[in-house]
């Protein structure tokens, strides 16, 4: 592959578009779920699950859970996709938080991290 087809993917990669919002971490088996909030869902359950799989996710309850009942009992789920458009910055997280806060209520769930 030549640089310039290198750098158009990259340029490519950089510019696209990436889905923002809020998910959920399930456990069936106890019918625990996590939620959290991310700028980028479409890889954030690859940073939760490879926490997970090291034993060093920063939730020790859900670190607890994984361990006892291994990956095939998890699902990943997005519950909410957000745009930012029309906001500042500050004021996208702040929706984030009270989104994620939200979520948290209507499916009694656990925050996954804080």
Known sequence: MDKSRKREIARAYAERKRVQGVFAVRC???GEVWVSSSRNLDTQKNGVWFGLRTG??????????WDAHGEEAFTYEIVEELSDENLTPMGFRDLL?????DW?????????VG
């Open 28 to 30: 069936p088996p106890t």
């Open 56 to 65: 060093g996710h920063p939730n020790k309850a859900l670190q607890t859970a």
């Open 97 to 101: 938080k009270a989104r994620e806060r």
């Open 104 to 112: 948290c209520e209507v499916l009694g769930a656990f925050f996954l």
